[in-house]
């Protein structure tokens, strides 16, 4: 794989999350970055246009949460402001996204993927700790009004919790315009006993969506965007994603690097192996960023999760 082919940066913004969902569990960690390593807005611009000369025409802006920077507004609008990408989009847990989607839209985001995994009320306060599900669904609701077919709902599916809400997320897409994903639960080292329990292959979820709405036809891959393969309802705008971390093979098309809040480059998210990036830019060495950025998308093909594996906090890296 040569530098050209990663085309997607995903920039972790903060560690921090305001939901304390099991599968990342930030109320367990021990350390959160120290405010004095994290990028600030002037670097992660600055490293923006580096990774943009070596190709990247895709920025999503993860966590953490990025909604809890509060330059995150400002952050759009230097990212916009060169012209060089094709889309600026976010991942957010959707709880602050009602009063802010249509100004951060009004500076140049295009796309917006929401995280959520239950429309049930008590199972979304079980799952995040938070009884906000009402303001989630009214954020996703006015996302979809400012960005119209570009919103996505990512839901990861786990057994026994809300695998029976597969046709009711469907059917809610289906109502309000939205792009649904389903996600198969897949393991981190720290959390790779509880798997078994809770994986559910995607060829059941499509299996369920078809018996129920009838035949769904594949329309591939969004060429900008991560390893969703999408299919369309027969006869309607709906379009259903399917991220098969585990029974799809993934990396031979992954076309994502990954920032981390405090500057590090990760090739893959399984990966051990990083390119420190906050070393180098902070003592001004650019040949040094040009030579780490090149270096690190050159060996997505040796660093992927077939040959590394890792314990991380998904919450830390952005998913």
Known sequence: MNAAACTYL??????????????????????????????????????????????????????????????????????????????????????????????LAGRGLSHVNVSLDTLQPRRFAKMTGRAVLSRV???????????????????????????????????????????????EYFPTSRRSRIFHGHFIPNALVRRTIEEKFGPLEDTGRDPLAGPAHYARLRGTALCVGFISSVTGSLCGACNRLR????GRLYPCLHSDHHFDLAGPLRAGRAEALDRLIAEAALRKKDLNKF????????????G
């Open 137 to 183: 669904k009214e954020g996703i609701l006015e996302a979809a009004r400012c960005c119209p077919g570009r919103v996505k709902l990512n839901v990861l599916l786990i057994r026994g919790f809300n695998d029976d809400e597969i046709v009711d997320f469907v059917s809610w897409g289906l109502r309000h315009g939205l792009i649904v994903r389903f996600i």
């Open 259 to 262: 920032l981390s809040a405090d």
């Open 10 to 103: 995903r920039v972790s913004l903060t560690d921090r999350c305001d939901f304390d969902c099991f599968y990342c569990a930030p109320s367990q960690r021990l350390r959160f970055l120290e405010k004095s390593a994290v990028l600030t807005r002037e670097e992660i611009l600055f490293l923006s246009e580096v990774f943009c000369r070596h190709g990247i025409r895709h920025i999503r802006l993860t966590g953490g949460e990025p909604l809890l920077r509060r330059d995150v507004g400002s952050l759009l609008e230097g990212l916009t402001a060169p012209g060089t990408l094709e889309r600026l989009s976010m991942t957010t847990n959707g709880w602050k996204l009602a009063s802010c989607v249509a100004d």
């Open 307 to 318: 040959v590394c594996s890792r314990d991380f906090d998904m919450s830390a890296v952005g």
